[in-house]
Structure formats: structure tokens, C-alpha cells
């Protein structure tokens, strides 16, 4: 029914919805389907930052002049800074390089979620152009797309994703620090659902848009005490349109899910 009054015609989801007892339900459609996450990846990076500072005794806003803007503001640049900072590699010619060593490097993220059952297939990889090491990708970072292939994050994965951080997986400093960056208000250029969710709603979210993408992942608690989880990839930005178009073509899919989903017994 959503689709039906829209411009664009992929949608897939995961939806994760807390339970009064803590157990998490889940509902699905298309979940299991790789899309292109746009910015969506700079979630992955950003757990990725907080682990990297661990292991360097750091606290876990070690990178925040950086992680902030990712965050805050997607901006490509400062992902750049984190990738190379956690992979401890830059971008450089292939000629004399080592570049399987160093492509073991710069899969730091993929590796950390790989240990902790998150990755599932999914490639996070490639910074987010035009960023810190060019317009587009070239030299070690052009061969590192065309041989292990452009980002990828189906909607399980971006939802277990979320869930793994909120509930402490990465640690509880880490969650803290993290959902404070993501937090942001629910009518905001870098939401596409935020204006489907009731006033009062803390929402934390990464946006993805880019080509034909429109993506979000969203962990939200609302005024009713519900906490839920929402991954959602379309295909609803229109590649041959402006660079700056309205991104909230979610907002209505959120606003229905709320309608339809009760609360859930407390004994489950």
C-alpha cells in the first residue's frame, strides 16, 4: 500500500521491536536482499572508530573530529579520515604497493564485525566519495573496488547492526558515545523516517542517500516507552535528479508501521 502511492518501487525492511520482558521481535520483508547503503555504511565505520580507540587505550570518542561530521552531518570527507585512520593505510599508486597487504588493512571493519557475527556477506569497505583521497576512487582504493566490489548492506544486517551497538555489544561507553552522535531531531535533512515518528520520540538514525538509494537505519524510543528498530533500503531518490532533493519519502512508511504495531504483551 506504500508503494502504491509512491514515485519508486523496491522497498525492503527489518523491523525489530523490544519487548516489555527484553526480548527483541522481528519482522521482515526483503531483509535478506543486498542493496547499496550509500552513507548508511558509515555506521559500520563509526563502531569500527570506537573499537580502534579500545585497542589504542583510547576512550571511545578518540576519533570524534571526525566520527562527529560522519555522523552528524555524513560528511564524506571526515569518513575518509576515520578509514584511514582505523586501517592505518592511505590511498597511494598500485605500482610498487603491496596491495593485497594492504587490503588486508583497510578490511579493519569488515574484520571487527566478521568476529562478532554482524557481517554476513555484507561489504563494508569503500570511503564515501568525493572524499579525503579524491572525487572518485583511483589508485589502491579504485583497484580495492573493482577487485572485492562496492558496499553493499541488506536490511538484517543494518537492523542487527543497530541493535549490537544499543545494546552493548561494542561496550556501553562505546553505545553511549555513539547514540549521542547519531541522535539528531526527527524532521532533519539527514532523516528520511524522522518526521513519520510522534513528538517526544528520541531518535537516532543513519541516513543513506545516494544514486538511486534512499536508506535509513533507525533506533528509536518513543514517548510510549517502545523501543524499535527500523533498516529500511528503497530505491526512492531519483539518480537523475538534483544533488539536493527532499529525503523524506519515508516518513509516511514509518508514521503507518507505528499505526499498525501494539504494544507487545509484557510476558513475552
Known sequence: RFLAGQHFDRLDMTVLLATPAGRWLRGSVGG????YPASCVKL???????HWCASHSGAPDCLDASVRPMLQDSDNVATGVVV?????????????????????????????LQSHGLLGGQRLLNKTYPTNSGEMPQELEGLA????????????????????????????DAADYLRARLRRPRISPNSAMGGG??????????????????????HAELPDGRRIIIAAYSNGRDPEGPEEQDPTALAALAASLLERLGVPHADR
Open 32 to 35: 535478506d536482499r543486498p542493496w
Open 44 to 50: 559500520g565505520f563509526a563502531i569500527a572508530a570506537t
Open 84 to 112: 584511514d585512520a582505523i586501517s592505518g593505510v592511505t590511498n597511494g599508486p598500485v605500482e610498487g604497493a603491496d596491495f593485497d597487504a594492504w587490503l588486508a588493512r583497510r578490511l579493519y571493519t569488515e574484520d571487527l
Open 145 to 172: 573496488l573493482e577487485r572485492h566490489g562496492r558496499n553493499s548492506m541488506t536490511a538484517d544486517g543494518s537492523a542487527l547492526l543497530m541493535l549490537a551497538l544499543v545494546t552493548g555489544e561494542f561496550g556501553a
Open 197 to 218: 515518528f510522534p513528538e517526544g520520540t528520541v531518535f537516532e538514525s543513519k541516513i543513506g542517500f545516494a544514486y538511486d538509494t534512499l536508506a535509513e537505519i533507525v
